[in-house]
């Protein structure tokens, strides 16, 4: 497959996603979104987006050369979660764990060099409160959030 600055993100963007989607157990657009925000209202759904980063890991210039390695980029991704309970939180973020135990999932699928935890990436588990978006507006529930934040680097300028 040709890659290009046009096409490299989003694709790699999807392909984790759909990956994320099966080893959650979740369906893409229903209980999982590509999103930078989770949808307002629902229960038991995450959300997953990719983007930020160091530019230092960009702009490597070896050998003394000031040009840009634009070869392949790194960027952060982050899941999160809401759930009705911290035992289903926690059941999601070992699906991921699971996932990301077996490197052939991502190492050099597609243009994808490396999806994996990042340096705080680490599942973290918090209680807050949220308001259904069936029912009586004053109806707040107690929910668990749970987020992951992970390294994905990949090829812009291979052919694949």
């Not at 911290?86 to 077996?102: D, S, T």
């Not at 949220?130 to 529930?141: E, H, I, K, S, Y």
């Amino acid at each position: 497959m040709a890659v290009s600055f046009e096409t490299a993100w989003p694709d790699a963007e999807q392909f984790i996603f759909g990956q994320l989607v099966t080893a959650t157990k979740h369906k893409a657009d229903v209980t999982a979104f590509i999103d930078d925000e989770l949808p307002p209202g629902l229960i038991n759904i995450w959300r997953f987006n990719t983007g930020g980063g160091s530019a230092l890991h960009t702009w490597s210039g070896g050998g003394g050369s000031s040009k840009p390695c634009f070869g392949s980029l790194t960027t952060l991704g982050e899941l999160e979660g809401r759930y009705d309970s911290r035992a289903k939180a926690q059941l999601v973020a070992g699906r991921v764990w699971n996932v990301l135990n077996e490197q052939s999932n991502f190492h050099r699928k597609r243009h994808i060099q490396w999806f994996r935890m990042g340096e705080n990436g680490m599942p973290i588990i918090t209680k807050t409160t949220f308001t259904p978006a069936r029912g009586p507006r004053d109806n707040v529930r107690v929910c668990h959030l749970v987020t992951m934040q992970f390294d994905l680097v990949f090829n812009t300028t291979k052919e694949y």
